[in-house]
């Protein structure tokens, strides 16, 4: 992607510049928050399944976002495969009864009781679709050299963030999964060693009986996630 003599600074005039009025940004600040309160995650999945373009179009959008450098540290790899979904299903539920079996601490499991979670990940072969996330600590010149990426735990979850957003706004259902450790992506998905997997993302339409843990539609309150200092 890059190439060492294209490191120059330049610029260019601010493109798609937004010129609301403060009515207008209250409407739509008001109206995204309706939509993304509607967001639930969701472990129940129907085989209903979703076209390749929608999921590479939220894709699309997560690579919009903010990043180290502008370097982009992030790799989707998006799974329909049904083996391949088996085979990572097999083996994050391998991970997953080691934490659950005692690895987690007596504190992280009491504190999971609530949402109902166990070490049996049905969604994963489920769901139509897997995103698994992965950050990428290096990166290479045009010339194969090396080059480090900054600032990667924090651009790759704001792409995340973004990946959600996008998969949530074309009516879809996700459930992020993060068993530990997960190095086995990185054989499965035959990515390079300069790539750290932070994600397992179901992605589909939800069962017509699925349901959500009563406790996740408790959020906090503003006064609890707002401070203003003005």
């Known amino acids: 992607m890059f190439a060492r003599e294209d490191l120059t600074y330049t610029t260019l005039p601010l493109p798609d510049r937004a010129d609301l009025s403060d009515d207008e940004m209250r409407a739509a600040a008001q109206a995204f928050h309706e939509v993304m309160r509607k967001r639930h995650t969701v472990r129940d999945y129907s085989d209903r399944p979703v076209p390749h373009q929608v999921i590479e179009d939220c894709i699309r959008t997560a690579g919009t976002a903010p990043s180290g450098a502008n ?44 949402i109902g ?23 290479q010149f045009d010339d194969g050299t090396r080059f480090k990426n900054y600032y990667v735990p ?12 996008a998969l949530h706004h074309a ?46 539609k408790m959020k906090k309150p503003l006064d609890e996630i707002l401070t203003i200092c003005d």
């Open 71 to 114: 370097h982009q540290p992030w790799h989707f790899v998006a799974i329909k495969n049904p083996a391949l979904k088996q085979r990572i299903r097999e083996e994050a539920e391998e991970e997953e009864r080691r934490f659950y079996a005692g690895g987690a601490g007596d504190e992280w499991i009491k504190a999971l009781e609530p």
């Open 117 to 139: 979670t166990d070490a049996i990940k049905e969604h994963l072969t489920v769901a139509p679709w897997l995103i698994v996330v992965f950050a990428q600590r290096w990166g």
């Open 154 to 165: 924090e651009s790759v979850n704001i792409a995340t963030g973004f990946l959600l957003a």
């Open 171 to 216: 009516g879809l259902c996700t459930l992020t999964h993060t068993p530990n450790p997960m190095r086995f992506l990185n054989e499965a998905l035959d990515r390079p060693a300069s790539e750290k997997p932070t994600m397992i993302i179901a992605v589909g339409h939800p069962a017509k009986d699925a349901t959500v843990p009563e406790v996740a």
